[in-house]
């Protein structure tokens, strides 16, 4: 049985956030065998875009982490710390559940792109 722990950053605790900075929690979802689980949501404190130790930190025990767009730096952060950041611009806005239902389904379209949109890079 294949176990994943992914997380989706979000704003407002109904849809995946459009920057993972912005995000004023995670819902981290269980996910085996295709089939989602156990549900927990992590919420962020006030801290400021940039601190990436902070998302390492919220992050810990899950393998990916679902965002409208990241930083380099956050992105290099996570995946150092073996979370993969999977970027999806078209995914912001959109609710969590179906989200989590296109990654599941392998629907979810991911970029590479990083680009931070708290200082414009």
Same mark, same amino acid.
């Given at each position: 049985?294949?176990?994943?722990?992914?997380?989706?950053?979000?704003?407002?605790?109904? =849809?995946?956030? %459009? $920057? /993972?900075? #912005?995000?004023?929690? @995670?819902? !981290?979802?269980?996910? *085996?065998?295709?089939? +989602? &689980?156990?549900?927990?949501?992590?919420? #962020?404190g006030?801290?400021?875009?940039? *601190?990436?130790?902070? @998302? !390492?930190?919220?992050l810990?025990?899950c %393998?990916?982490?679902?965002? &409208?767009?990241?930083?380099? &730096?956050?992105?290099? =952060? /996570?995946?150092? $710390?073996?979370i993969? +950041?999977?970027v999806? +611009?078209?995914?912001? &806005?959109? +609710?969590? %559940? %179906?989200? /989590?239902?296109?990654?599941?389904?392998? #629907?979810?379209?991911?970029?590479?792109?990083? !680009?931070? /949109?708290? $200082?414009g890079?």
């Open positions: 049985m294949e176990s994943t722990r992914i997380a989706i950053a979000t704003a407002d605790g109904v =849809s995946v956030c %459009d $920057h /993972l900075a #912005r995000s004023a929690a @995670f819902v !981290v979802v269980e996910v *085996n065998s295709g089939v +989602p &689980g156990a549900r927990a949501t992590r919420a #962020r006030t801290e400021a875009c940039g *601190n990436h130790a902070t @998302f !390492v930190e919220m810990a025990g %393998d990916a982490v679902i965002c &409208g767009g990241i930083g380099q &730096g956050a992105a290099v =952060s /996570l995946a150092a $710390h073996g993969r +950041p999977l999806s +611009p078209a995914a912001a &806005g959109t +609710p969590i %559940d %179906d989200a /989590l239902q296109a990654w599941i389904a392998g #629907r979810l379209a991911t970029s590479d792109e990083r !680009v931070c /949109l708290c $200082h890079d």
